[in-house]
């Protein structure tokens, strides 16, 4: 089983972490509030195993992610944000999986 591998990205001149496992379909997981991508610790490798293709950043202000204080950290903010990492790591087709609040940017993002 391949193992999640740590990267990062810069979007909205952040330095946003996340990791990566697998190959497939894409699936993004969305983590809550005063969470980080650890909620997700147990099942990366699981799905990664079954075929997909699996990532999981730390939002912005979250985990190892940059957390600036003048940012919005709404869930509006959070689904546009969630927009423009997808276009930073090129993905042009993915289910969005979250957790607590990381279900409510979910669904704002898939409502824009």
């Not at 190892?64 to 944000?81: C, E, I, R, T």
Request: net charge negative.
């Amino acid at each position: 089983m391949q193992r999640a591998e740590q990267k990062s990205a810069t979007v909205w001149g952040l330095d946003i972490r996340y990791v990566e496992a697998g190959d497939g379909p894409v699936v993004v997981l969305l983590h809550g509030l005063a969470a980080s991508l650890l909620t997700w610790y147990c099942n990366i490798d699981v799905l990664a195993g079954a075929g997909y293709r699996v990532i999981a950043p730390d939002l912005p202000g979250y985990g190892d992610s940059d957390k600036p204080s003048h940012l919005d950290y709404s869930p509006d903010s959070a689904a546009d944000f969630v927009y423009d990492f997808s276009q930073e790591l090129g993905l042009e087709k993915f289910s969005l999986v979250g957790s607590s609040a990381g279900g409510l940017i979910a669904g704002l993002f898939a409502l824009e």
